[in-house]
Nanobody, 124 residues
Framework: EVQLEESGGGLVQAGGSLRLSCAASGFTFDDYSIGWFRQGPGEKREVVAC???????????YYADSVKGRSTISRDNAKHTVYLQMNGLKPEDTAVYYC??????????????WGKGTLVTVSS
């Protein structure tokens, strides 16, 4: 059974930091690109960051302009876990953050597998 379990969300003040974790199981981790997406209140889901699959030697990363310079995505292949370190958090970063996996080289809105999400709330 495929599982993507997010953790690390919570309430933080503006300017603070959080590290989200996504623990993956049930599929060949190295063969999948892993992405972080978010959906704020009344907003559509958007991609935040993506890390390419190891097996295709595509270890490049992508960041949305809204988080570029403030966030870092990384993957620990031994632990089958992907992290999203977010610094300088802003109230507009408030959203449910989802981890997703796809067998393609990069990330899209049509990912194969999705986690249930973790809520990040940034107070002003």
């Amino acid at each position: 059974e495929v599982q993507l379990e997010e953790s690390g969300g919570g309430l933080v003040q503006a300017g603070g930091s959080l590290r989200l974790s996504c623990a993956a199981s049930g599929f060949t981790f190295d063969d999948y690109s892993i992405g972080w997406f978010r959906q704020g209140p009344g907003e559509k889901r958007e991609v935040v960051a993506c890390t390419g699959r190891i097996s295709s030697r595509n270890t490049g990363t992508y960041y949305a302009d809204s988080v570029k310079g403030r966030s870092t995505i990384s993957r620990d292949n031994a632990k089958h876990t992907v992290y999203l370190q977010m610094n300088g958090l802003k109230p507009e970063d408030t959203a449910v953050y989802y981890c997703a996996a796809d067998g393609a080289i990069g990330c899209s809105y049509d990912m194969d597998y999705w986690g249930k999400g973790t809520l990040v709330t940034v107070s002003s």
